[in-house]
T-cell receptor
Framework: GDSVTQMEGPVTLSEEAFLTINCTYT??????LFWYVQYPGEGLQLLLK?????DKGSNKGFEATYRKETTSFHLEKGSVQVSDSAVYFC???????????FGSGTQLTVLP | DTAVSQTPKYLVTQMGNDKSIKCEQN?????MYWYKQDSKKFLKIMFS???????INETVPNRFSPKSPDKAHLNLHINSLELGDSAVYFC????????????FGSGTRLTVV
């Protein structure tokens, strides 16, 4: 079945550091890929998405590129802020029902 | 505001009770979902309805029963609550054909004591 593997957290960075959160996937067919963010006490918000190979999703300084050859969708940000502290989920959507399958989430803490 | 709204936000109840969580979306989406998030933040799909029809029913106890009176509402009823049911339950909606991802509600934190 479909699955998503994320790097385990927690990840702790200083403000303005470079962020990478690794995400790889297994899916039949051609899935769409997503990053969601969950701030403390809130629901999940769509951060960015990519629907086909080589697409780059970007939002709020975050980027991720759909790499079919490595089945990866790594999240990057050049300079993190304290306000980026949250849990980040990689996800894929595939099949006729477009069910969203999530990775296990990565807790990011950014220190001032 | 266009959104997915679920009520209540917090629910504390005793073992053995029956409770319901309600969800409504005004986004015009055709599909709604229930997810369970455990204490380690792991998200697992429970149910999915497309235009009031059940399309995903993962392995969850029969004590959990979804009900969709119309495509804008998907409620979750839980019978005979157990300690292990304590979790955060998220409702979500999407437009399947558009593949734009899901919009999530803010969650219901259920605590069974």
């Amino acid at each position: 079945g479909d699955s998503v593997t994320q790097m385990e957290g927690p990840v702790t960075l200083s403000e303005e550091a470079f962020l990478t959160i690794n995400c790889t996937y297994t899916a039949t067919g051609y899935p769409s890929l997503f990053w969601y963010v969950q701030y403390p006490g809130e629901g999940l918000q769509l951060l960015l998405k990519a629907t086909k190979a080589d697409d780059k999703g970007s939002n709020k300084g975050f980027e991720a590129t759909y790499r079919k050859e490595t089945t990866s969708f790594h999240l990057e940000k050049g300079s993190v802020q304290v306000s980026d502290s949250a849990v980040y989920f990689c996800a894929l959507s595939a099949g006729s029902a477009r069910q969203l399958t999530f990775g296990s989430g990565t807790q990011l803490t950014v220190l001032p | 505001d266009t959104a997915v709204s679920q009520t209540p936000k917090y629910l504390v109840t005793q073992m053995g009770n029956d409770k319901s969580i309600k969800c409504e979306q005004n986004l015009g989406h055709d599909t709604m979902y229930w997810y369970k998030q455990d204490s380690k933040k792991f998200l697992k799909i429970m149910f999915s309805y497309n235009n009031k029809e059940l399309i995903i029913n993962e392995t969850v106890p029969n004590r959990f029963s979804p009900k969709s009176p119309d495509k804008a509402h998907l409620n979750l009823h839980i019978n005979s609550l157990e300690l292990g049911d304590s979790a955060v339950y998220f409702c979500a909606s999407s437009q399947v054909s558009g593949n734009y991802g899901y919009t999530f509600g803010s969650g219901t934190r259920l605590t069974v004591v």
